[in-house]
């Protein structure tokens, strides 16, 4: 078998380990949570008997450990369950739009930070402490200090409500219609969501560029007469890149497990509200759920981007034979 | 959308409205003291006509109301527990299932009743009898035609304990056995007892009629009523669509759609309103009041309510089984300080009886202020001198300004000579076993209610909301007696002698009512301001509503 295949198995699998690990502890955090869903659902009018009534009909009242195992193999089935508030509807019914939203969001807001990040840390590595490396610097180190909500407001403010009235400021996607039809919508979150997380990138590929233009190979190819384009392009930048992939892995896992204040602020309907939403009713299903999807992909994530670099990086690739 | 005769106009219409205004409160004055002080100082600027004005008076209408258009809501919500079951949702997702289903009686916007399906109603002179005839030609959503079968139908299930309905408590003095059918428009509904409170079991929303064989729907399917609206398209915590029932027995409704969305930040809500993505905003946050004030094109609409978030205190449990101490905690209260500090201004001073809009309610006991003297004397009868500690546990589960307000007891009860230690507790614990109901001193929230419906649910010990586990004998007595009396005025009567013990020896603390406030579009108009507030300053009256 080849070596690069042996490794995505083992990694595979420590991620289905990974991911039972937390279905059994986020289970068991809801579970310690003071009051149930049929609380959740009763509020004020939460009597005794009603509450009881809900329960039974819940399944709530059955052992912790039964009702676990059945969502368990649920799951192994491909069936998520049924939320327990509202209409009962199945939760990969209820989630799937949800899903799709957040996975556009998160696919726009990485198109537009990622391209523009790796020309500006690249750039300011090489022209260090110039004036241009200065203003990305104050930029990026501005930004990162932010809170993505102010962030957010900022943006509002000035693309939308105040200064600027060219974006809409409320993202409501039309649950009726496909969000990829809508992606005008999703301008002000995406552009929030690239500013919260291009400044990272930046700062890493910038520290990395440094350090790789001044290895002895990029010396080498410099001496050797290579114009400094291809001395950027084929000998620096492969390998400045390499640890600028896991930020970036770590930035997308981070955008897809759902920005609850931006989703908030533009009413934009992901999984950041859903879960906040299913876990103030303690609908552990659907808690379960979004957990899972958002362990799934850090999981995933992360082995792409271990792949990524050994593919990349000649030596770690001649060392897998 | 510009005035041609430019912004004196605007500050000539301020005054004139001022000036007309039934209300002159401090903030008009002092609106018309700034537009004076514009006029003097600005020339003729260009401004955009309307200007945003506060709707305190119902302005009449040039023109009658157009029909078509697309009614925009947002509403508070975000959260997917709620259903489109008339007879089990609650108050927040009642917003949307009042646009479907209609009760037999309603109530005004003054907090009068009303008929709705009903055409007429009979109480028999022992109170007993309630005899109550539909409307002829009365239809469904989906055409069938709405009979005394349907009523009973509708009765029947708020009383099947399975449905775990709203109206189950406010039902104890009727059976299944006591709703006959005597003919196909008239319901005849036989008491155990004589309750008056059970006329307003036929205005409560959660006693709405639905078709013989409705059952919970699953999203929009069944979901079939008689109301305004029907609905076409459900997502929970997200957005419910409507379209107008054509063939609605009341006024209007006169815009063809109407679509209700939630929103979870009061930001992002009031700039869907500002972005033109809605045309109307329920529960307006008055810290967002200023922002509309300022855009022009957009108005307010306030509604003075009967909704209270008291202070309760437990009377069987020390130290409120003593009466002076009760009384020396009401006198703690400076009413107006602890309104602008907790509600931004946006209440009206209450007098410990809450009861407002019965026509029984004692106009002309007086306003209790605070009375620090008074209250350390009582304390002191009491038995406390200056040591007297309790803990007060509040959450945002009864409302969002309460733990203010919790704050705000705790630094006047020091000038009495009381400690009190503020425990705030998580919102999905405070109303389970063991806390709500067993807290000493604690505080809750009511909408507006009457006298007879509310000491059912709250003041008996086998109401749902025993919460101050109050007892009285000669309140009982009087009570009990006005159940029965059938005699309006007699009633009433009655009605306000229990209030007024109340007044002197109660266990709420209760400073305030709500003022409900809702943005809307200039080109919205029909807006009526509701006594009711739970849901907004307009309680939904969507059918009322016209684009101009």
Not at chain 2, 331 to 357: C, K, T
Request: charged share 20%; aromatic share 8%; hydrophobic share 45%.
């Amino acid at each position: 078998m080849p070596p690069l295949l042996k490794i995505i198995l083992r990694r595979l699998a420590l991620g289905l380990l990974t991911m039972l690990v937390i279905s059994v502890l986020v289970f068991a955090a809801t579970q310690a949570l003071p009051g149930d869903t049929a609380t959740a659902i009763l509020g004020k009018e939460a009597t005794p008997e009603r509450v009881k009534v809900l329960r039974e009909q819940l399944g709530l009242d059955r052992p912790l450990l039964v009702q676990y195992v059945d969502w368990a193999g649920g799951i192994l089935r491909g069936d998520a369950g049924d939320s327990l508030v509202g209409t009962g509807e199945p939760v990969n019914q209820l989630l799937g739009r949800r899903v799709m939203n957040t996975v556009a969001l998160m696919l726009m807001a990485a198109l537009i930070a990622i391209p523009p990040a790796l020309v500006l840390g690249s750039l300011s590595g090489r022209f260090r402490d110039g004036l241009f490396d200065g203003a990305v610097s104050v930029g990026s180190l501005t930004f990162a200090a932010l809170p993505t909500f102010v962030i957010g407001i900022l943006l509002m403010l000035l693309f939308a409500t105040q200064i600027l009235h060219i974006l809409p400021a409320v993202s409501r996607v039309e649950p009726t219609a496909s969000v990829w039809s809508q992606m005008d919508l999703l301008w002000l979150p995406a552009l929030t969501l690239a500013l919260a997380s291009a400044p990272f990138t930046v700062r890493m590929l910038r520290g990395s560029m440094i350090e790789v233009l001044e290895s002895d190979y990029v010396q080498m190819a410099r001496l050797k007469g290579a114009p400094e384009r291809i001395v950027l392009q084929r000998h620096s930048l492969p390998n400045a890149i390499i640890p600028v992939i896991q930020v970036i892995a770590l930035d997308l896992a981070w955008m897809a497990g759902g920005v609850v204040t931006v989703e908030y602020l533009f009413n934009y309907p992901g999984i950041g509200a859903s879960l906040v939403n299913a876990v103030s009713n303690r609908d552990v299903p659907v808690v379960q759920a979004i957990v899972l999807l958002i362990a799934t992909v850090y999981v995933v994530f992360n082995l792409t981007a271990d792949i990524l670099t050994i593919l990349i990086s000649p030596r770690l690739r001649t060392g897998l034979q | 959308m510009s005035d041609q005769e430019g912004g004196s106009s605007f500050e000539v219409g301020k005054l004139w409205e001022i000036a007309n205004s039934k209300r002159v409160t401090r903030r008009t004055v002092l609106k018309g003291a700034a537009a004076m002080g514009a006029l003097a100082a600005l020339g003729p600027i260009a401004a955009a006509c309307g200007g945003s004005e506060s709707d305190t008076a119902a302005s009449p209408s040039a023109t009658a109301p157009k029909k078509g258009g697309h009614i925009r809501s947002g509403i508070n919500g975000g959260n997917t527990k709620d259903t489109l079951d008339g007879q089990v949702s609650y108050i927040d997702a009642g917003k949307k299932t009042e646009q479907i289903y209609e009760p037999l009686l309603g109530w005004t916007p003054d907090s009068k009743l009303e008929l709705k399906l009903a055409e007429s109603y009979e109480i028999s002179a022992d109170g007993i009898e309630y005899t109550v005839r539909l409307k002829p030609d009365l239809t469904f959503h989906d055409g069938k035609s709405v009979t005394a079968d349907d009523v009973i139908y509708s009765y029947q299930r708020v009383l099947d304990p399975d449905t775990a309905a709203l109206a189950t408590n406010h039902l104890t003095a009727l059976k299944p056995s006591g709703i006959k059918k005597l003919d196909d428009l008239t319901v005849r509904f036989t008491l155990e007892q004589p309750d008056m409170s059970f006329e307003e079991v036929l205005a409560y929303y959660g006693c709405c009629i639905v078709p013989v064989g409705f059952e919970s729907p699953k999203g929009v399917e069944g979901a079939i009523g008689t109301g305004p609206w029907k609905v076409t398209s459900y997502f929970p915590g997200e957005q419910t669509e409507f379209v107008a029932n054509r063939d609605y027995w009341g006024e209007g409704p006169y815009a063809d759609k109407l679509t209700m969305i939630e929103f979870v930040d009061p930001t992002a809500k009031l700039n869907a309103l500002l972005g033109g993505s809605v045309d109307h905003l329920a529960i307006l946050d008055t810290s967002q009041v200023p922002t509309i004030e300022s855009t022009p094109g957009y108005s307010i609409l306030e509604a003075k309510t009967g909704g209270w978030d008291p202070f309760t205190m437990a009377m069987d449990l020390k130290p409120f089984d003593d009466v002076r101490v009760r009384q020396a905690f009401r006198l703690i209260v400076d009413r107006p300080q602890m309104i602008e500090q907790a509600h931004g201004g946006y209440s009206w001073v209450a007098n410990d009886m809450w009861a407002v809009f019965d026509p029984g309610y004692p106009k002309d006991l007086p306003q209790r202020v605070q009375d620090l003297e008074q209250a350390k004397s009582l304390l002191k009868q009491a038995g406390y001198d200056n040591d007297l500690n309790v803990v007060l546990n509040c959450s945002t589960a009864t409302g969002a300004n309460d733990p203010a307000a919790a704050q705000v007891f705790k630094e006047q009860a020091k000038g009495a000579g009381v400690t009190v230690k503020v425990d705030k507790v998580d919102p999905n614990a405070y109303w389970n076993e063991g806390n709500y109901l067993s807290y000493p001193f604690a505080m809750t929230m009511w909408g507006t209610n009457s006298y007879l419906w509310l000491c059912r649910a709250a003041l008996f010990p086998d109401g749902p909301y025993y919460e101050t586990h109050w007892k009285d004998d000669e309140w009982e007595k009087l009570v009990l007696e006005a159940y029965k009396t059938v005699d309006d005025a007699k009633r009433n009567e009655l009605v306000s002698q229990c209030q007024t013990i109340e007044y002197e020896r109660g266990a709420y603390i209760q400073y305030q009512f709500h003022i409900m406030l809702d943005a809307h579009s200039d080109k919205l108009q029909g807006l009526v301001a509701d006594n009711f507030g739970a849901e907004g300053a307009t309680k939904s009256r969507f059918n009322l509503m016209y684009f101009v």
